[in-house]
């Protein structure tokens, strides 16, 4: 499947990205190069292959939950530009 010009303006359109003609020679030549990867990508025999979630197989790497003391509210707060009694002012935001 190779893009046409035309469809490269037309996805920069539903994207809204403005782009030179010189830009959609190159997204086209540029895409179109990914697509033929993708299809050979394709022909390549993958049965009884699983299927992985990522390329290496790590188990979850968590650090030791600790508990620490936590900052003082009134250092936290020393540096907000607007406060309350104990926590941040900020506008509204609808």
Do not use: C, W
């Amino acid at each position: 499947m190779k893009l046409t010009p035309q469809e490269i303006e037309h996805i920069a359109l539903l994207a809204r990205v403005r782009v030179s003609p010189e830009e959609i020679d190159l997204f086209t030549q540029q895409l179109n190069d990914i697509l033929i990867y993708m299809e050979k990508l394709a022909e390549v025999d993958t049965t009884g292959i699983e299927p992985a979630p990522q390329a290496l197989h790590l188990s979850n790497a968590f650090r030791e939950d600790l508990v620490l003391p936590s900052l003082p509210a009134e250092e936290a707060l020393a540096l907000a530009p607007r406060q309350g009694r104990s926590s941040f002012v900020v506008p509204k935001v609808i």
